[in-house]
């Protein structure tokens, strides 16, 4: 039961064009939502995440939208850059007192010169 | 210093082999996770320490032990492994183990159980 969803396993975008990386969620107790990225042979690192009540959340070229009526959250980037080639997870995290992440299974991202 | 360090990097075991994989960070977290990643699927939670205790255990069958020493050190103590058990073992740090804190994790120990 994979209560988090990447549907795109890919996506390839030129440089300097958006990318929009989506996921879905089934779990209304899901309150917290977070993107990693990972590059191989490394660990994800975290890249921007977004309280539920909010409905967008910007740091730079990053921003990420969420969409809670539709348990959507979307991820764009932009101008996209090549070294933002690598694969995207997102995350959520229930209400409560412990950090407890669920995955999706990854966008792979390739930005092409 | 933001690094969560994992030894080994790779490591081959027989299925009835004793090994242990470690995990350091100097970040001054007080929360240490476990998670287990398959090839082509999410990291999936496997154990959360907090404040040096057992807070989550994510019914893992007990040929997987954890241990949290000190706040700073975690381990993973594998007995009897199953192949199916081969992954890339992924341990994570953060604050303080809330629900908004920023995990950060280390590279992996991949693991092949012959």
């Known amino acids: 039961d994979q209560q988090v969803k990447q549907n795109s396993p890919s996506l390839s975008v030129q440089e300097g064009r958006i990318s929009i990386l989506n996921c879905d969620y089934t779990?209304?107790?899901?309150?917290?939502f977070l993107w990693y990225k990972k590059y191989p042979a490394e660990g994800p690192t975290f890249l921007i995440s977004?309280?539920?009540?909010?409905d967008k959340n910007e740091d730079g070229r990053f921003t990420v939208f969420l969409n809670k009526s539709a348990k959507h959250l979307s991820l764009h980037i932009v101008p996209s850059q090549p070294g933002d080639s690598a694969v995207y997870f997102c995350?959520?995290?229930?209400?409560?007192?412990?950090?407890?992440?669920?995955f999706g299974t990854g966008t792979r991202l390739q930005v092409t010169l | 210093d933001t690094e969560v360090t994992q030894t080994p990097k790779h490591l081959v075991m027989g299925m009835t082999n004793k090994k242990s994989l470690k995990c350091e960070q100097h970040?001054?977290?007080?929360?240490m996770y476990w998670y287990k990643q398959k090839a082509k699927k999410p990291p999936e939670l496997m154990f959360v320490?907090?404040?040096?205790?057992?807070?989550i255990n994510e019914s893992v069958p007990s040929r997987f032990s954890p241990e949290c020493p000190n706040s700073s050190l975690l381990n993973l103590h594998l007995h009897a492994l199953q192949p199916e058990d081969s992954a890339l073992y992924l341990c994570?740090?953060?604050?303080?183990?809330?629900?908004?804190?920023?995990?950060?994790f280390g590279p992996g120990t991949r693991l092949t159980v012959t």
């Open positions: 994570a740090s953060s604050q303080d183990g809330l629900p908004r804190d920023e995990q950060y």
């Open positions: 779990n209304s107790m899901f309150d917290y």
């Open positions: 977004i309280s539920s009540i909010k």
């Open positions: 995350a959520a995290s229930p209400t409560g007192t412990a950090s407890k992440l669920t």
């Open positions: 970040m001054g977290h007080r929360a």
């Open positions: 320490y907090s404040y040096e205790k057992l807070s």
